[in-house]
């Protein structure tokens, strides 16, 4: 026959994170001793009578002895917490700046505690229950939950918005996590998105768009550029045809000239003989007798 147990104690274990304790051989008024780290639920006919903190308590009263009730204690390592890496793949994603379709991924990393025992326990519906059965768990979740929002969220941002707005899709997830988690008495403690990706095939088309769209906008600058330098060539043939125009124009302008003085004759000096003939003004010869302009005689 087994000893009989007066005094239970319980201790979070490294084998299991919700495990159950043994109450056959325990006695009436049992003393319950919880330490750090854990919390134990004692259930009377499969309802909770209590919840254990660290610390004391009375298990299997007396009315319980005398009803021949079921008794379970099932403990949980509350300390436990979980560092999940999750990634999911082919979610569609649909680029309108350069009308492509392809497929997206993502991974990241959830970190993650147990908050509410009791919820998590019933998730799961038995003890013990190992931290790599509940890391699965999660995780088949977490990817669940990525895929279906990051499908919703991938069809708001284009693809420049995507890679500067990881922070804000990554705050979405975290919040989404939480609320599916807190359901089964699990807090999410902190998110990160490690990366959305974008497969090659994508990323070499998008390549070769941006390389000719570069392309077009230097051929279009260079075109203006030869433009201006057409116009400017026009607009100084323009000017110097019309310079021209004005110079000929103001050349061909005869200015008024001033009228020549009229110069008298000379007159004889008295006891000279004169140089020019005194009736016609013809310049003549001192010797000569009769003017040769008009044949009148010389005095």
Not at 52 to 75: F, H, Q, T, Y
Not at 198 to 207: G, L, S, V
Request: charged letters at 25%; one cysteine or more.
């Amino acid at each position: 026959m087994k000893e009989k147990i007066r005094n239970l104690t319980v201790a979070p274990r490294e084998d299991y994170v919700i495990w159950t304790e043994d109450l056959t051989n325990i006695v009436r008024e049992t003393t319950l001793t919880v330490s750090a780290g854990c919390v134990a639920l004692y259930l009377v006919n499969g309802v909770i009578k209590s919840i254990n903190i660290p610390g004391r308590a009375l298990i299997k009263s007396k009315a319980e002895d005398k009803s021949n009730s079921k008794l379970e204690l099932i403990c949980v390592n509350t300390d436990k917490t979980f560092e999940i890496c999750c990634g999911v793949g082919n979610i569609p994603f649909k680029d309108s700046e350069i009308n492509c379709e392809t497929v997206v991924g993502a991974h990241g990393e959830c970190k993650i505690r147990i908050s509410q025992p009791w919820p998590l326990y019933t998730t799961f519906g038995h003890a013990p229950i190992s931290a790599e059965e509940i890391d699965s768990y999660v995780k088949l979740k977490l990817n669940e939950i990525m895929t279906t929002r990051l499908a919703e969220v991938l069809q708001h941002y284009d693809y420049s918005n995507i890679m500067t707005q990881q922070s804000a899709i990554a705050a979405d997830l975290e919040k989404r996590f939480s609320q599916r988690l807190n359901d089964i008495g699990l807090e999410v403690t902190s998110f990160a998105l490690a990366g959305i990706m974008f497969n090659a095939e994508y990323q070499e088309k998008r390549r070769e768009y941006f390389e000719m769209q570069n392309c077009r906008q230097a051929e279009k600058l260079e075109r203006r550029a030869r433009e201006r330098e057409q116009r400017a060539e026009i607009d100084n043939v323009i000017a110097i045809a019309n310079a021209t125009k004005n110079l000929n124009t103001s050349s061909n302008v005869t200015p008024p000239q001033p009228a020549a003085p009229v110069t008298p004759p000379p007159q004889p000096q008295s006891g000279a003989r004169l140089n020019f003939c005194p009736r016609c003004g013809t310049k003549v010869d001192p010797s000569a007798i009769h003017c040769s302009g008009c044949g009148k005689k010389l005095i």
